[in-house]
């Protein structure tokens, strides 16, 4: 079974925003939506720190369709314009989608979106139309900071390819398995992860 996915070493993220802005401009993305939002997390004071400067600690954290293993998006869309594909990926077949938004509602991750215009909802499809023809997702491509990693989750994150082509495991710094994170399960199963190694993890609850 496949399952596509991003890994994001958030030690190596700088918060420049390539990912986000690439991504708007590769797909069209409206203005005032996002397929790709990079929140700040923090600043939040270290751990036995005082809370003031330079005790302090903060990341980027890039919030995308989590392509999840049990959708609640695909499970309440009444027409199945929201599915699941054999690569593990959710997408969205405008053609059946009536704009309801239930599936906008459901997503604990707020990635979903009414395109007003067009009546129909949109969010992230890891370019499928690029991946499709053997790229990498925008967001990958252009990472200055090599922080982005695609690939099959089922063949592990090592494996995992870089803007240039390098694997994730030969290129970026040790981690450990229990600093690889995800965002909240909410029993929906969540395929994107998050490599941190000295800062504490907070995720979106």
């Known amino acids: 079974?496949?399952?596509?996915?991003?890994?994001?070493?958030?030690?190596?993220?700088?918060?420049?925003?390539?990912?986000?802005?690439?991504?708007?401009v590769v797909n069209g993305v409206p203005i005032g939506n996002f397929w790709n939002k990079t929140l700040r997390v923090g600043?939040?004071?270290k751990e036995g720190g005082s809370g003031q400067f330079p005790d302090v600690e903060?990341?980027?954290?890039?919030?995308?369709?989590?392509?999840c293993e049990n959708p609640q998006c695909v499970s309440v869309c009444p027409t199945?314009?929201?599915h699941k594909l054999p690569d593990g990926?959710?997408?969205?077949?405008?053609?059946?989608?009536i704009g309801c938004q239930f599936c906008v509602?459901?997503?604990?991750?707020?990635v979903r979106y009414l395109n007003e215009e067009e009546g129909v909802v949109e969010k992230c499809t890891l370019c499928q139309q690029r991946t499709a023809q053997g790229e990498l997702p925008q967001c990958v491509s252009q990472c200055c900071g090599m922080a982005r990693w695609y690939?099959?989750?089922?063949?592990?994150?090592?494996?995992?390819?870089?803007?240039?082509g390098e694997k994730l495991g030969?290129?970026?710094?040790?981690?450990?398995?229990?600093?690889?994170?995800?965002?909240?399960?909410?029993?929906?199963?969540?395929?994107?992860?998050?490599?941190?190694?000295?800062?504490?993890?907070q995720g979106v609850e």
């Open 1 to 24: 079974m496949t399952q596509l996915a991003i890994c994001t070493d958030l030690d190596r993220c700088v918060g420049c925003l390539a990912c986000s802005v690439s991504c708007k």
């Open 43 to 45: 600043p939040t004071p």
């Open 58 to 67: 903060t990341y980027f954290l890039n919030v995308q369709c989590q392509h």
């Open 80 to 82: 199945e314009a929201s």
């Open 89 to 97: 990926t959710i997408q969205i077949d405008k053609s059946k989608c």
């Open 105 to 110: 509602m459901s997503c604990p991750y707020g």
């Open 151 to 164: 690939g099959d989750a089922e063949a592990g994150i090592e494996s995992f390819e870089g803007p240039r």
């Open 170 to 201: 030969d290129f970026v710094n040790d981690f450990t398995e229990d600093q690889v994170y995800q965002l909240t399960d909410v029993g929906n199963g969540p395929s994107m992860f998050y490599i941190m190694r000295n800062i504490k993890w």
